[in-house]
């Protein structure tokens, strides 16, 4: 039998791909992380799927941010960040601020309904299932990523009549009802 296992593995064994693959079956909750430049400049955005719950005394959620990517960066300068929970009719939303190599952000919050935040000044979508605004505890590093937990300063859920936008195998999904 052939050995149909790619070539470029880790030295624990497993490729990229096959990484890739296992981990596209783990369904996860799509959100809007954004924050703005200091003092009072450009609103930066970035659709993650990687964000997650982690303590609730305190309240301290954890996003993880790609490495050099300008959420990063920004994170690293300023602390207070918001995060919006996408709606399952957010699909737009999600693709808008996931394009790579963008060079401003600017034009893609130009037509989407927001309001800011008062303790992060950060966007929070409107339409959201739920928003959080975070002040950044701490930042470790994490192979290609960086790990970012933030203190929640504030929280709000308004009543949902639609689901969560949600991302599986590599696409985005809803959940079925």
């Known amino acids: 039998m052939p050995n149909t296992r790619p070539s470029t593995l880790h030295a624990e064994g497993v490729s ?8 596209s079956r783990l369904a996860a909750g799509v959100v809007l992380v ?21 303590s609730l005394d305190p309240p301290l959620v954890l996003v993880s941010l790609r490495e050099g990517s300008r959420m990063d960066d920004l994170l690293a300068e300023q602390p207070l960040w918001a995060v919006s929970v996408l709606a399952e009719d957010q699909r737009q939303v999600a693709a808008r ?11 893609l919050f130009a037509d989407l309904p ?17 928003t959080l ?18 203190r929640v300063l504030a929280a709000s859920a308004p009543s949902a009549a639609t689901g969560p936008l949600t991302y599986y195998r590599g696409g985005y999904r809803h959940l079925s009802r």
């Open 133 to 150: 605004e975070c002040r950044t505890e701490s930042r470790t590093p994490a192979g290609d990523h960086t790990l970012v937990v933030g």
């Open 97 to 107: 601020f996931a394009m790579k190599g963008r060079i401003s952000d600017r034009l």
């Open 114 to 130: 927001y309001a800011r935040g008062e303790l992060s000044g950060a966007p929070l979508v409107g339409g959201a299932l739920a």
């Open 16 to 23: 990229n791909e096959e990484f890739r693959a296992a981990m």
């Open 34 to 54: 954004t924050a703005q430049e200091p003092p009072f400049g450009e609103d930066v955005g970035m659709t993650a799927t990687a964000f997650m719950s982690v």
